[in-house]
Nanobody
Framework: QVQLVESGGGLVQAGGSLRLSCAASGSFFSLNDMGWYRQAPGKQRELVAGISSGDKTNYADSVKGRFTISRDNAKKMVYLQMNSLKPEDTAVYFC???????????WGQGTQVTVSS
């Protein structure tokens, strides 16, 4: 049974930083692609950052240079370091895992990030 549990969200002033963490369960974590998505009120869920099983990363244009995704396969953890936060980064952030065999997507429950101006 796959479970993803996010933590690290909260309230921060514009220009501040937060680090989100995602703890994963299940087997073969290192073979799965991982990602962070976000969903703001009234908007569709969007990809923020992704990291492949081979540690290749990709970012939404809106966060390039400010956010960094990383993973620790031994701990089955994925992180999102968010710097220079802006009010428009306010959203619920979700951890995502795509199974390397079935290509099914799994989601965490989400963690709220609020950036005040």
């Amino acid at each position: 049974q796959v479970q993803l549990v996010e933590s690290g969200g909260g309230l921060v002033q514009a220009g501040g930083s937060l680090r989100l963490s995602c703890a994963a369960s299940g087997s073969f974590f290192s073979l799965n692609d991982m990602g962070w998505y976000r969903q703001a009120p009234g908007k569709q869920r969007e990809l923020v950052a992704g990291i492949s099983s081979g540690d290749k990363t990709n970012y939404a244009d809106s966060v390039k240079g400010r956010f960094t995704i990383s993973r620790d396969n031994a701990k089955k953890m994925v992180y999102l370091q968010m710097n220079s936060l802006k009010p428009e980064d306010t959203a619920v952030y979700f951890c995502n895992m795509r199974d390397w065999v079935s290509r099914l997507n799994y989601w965490g429950q989400g963690t709220q990030v609020t950036v005040s101006s």
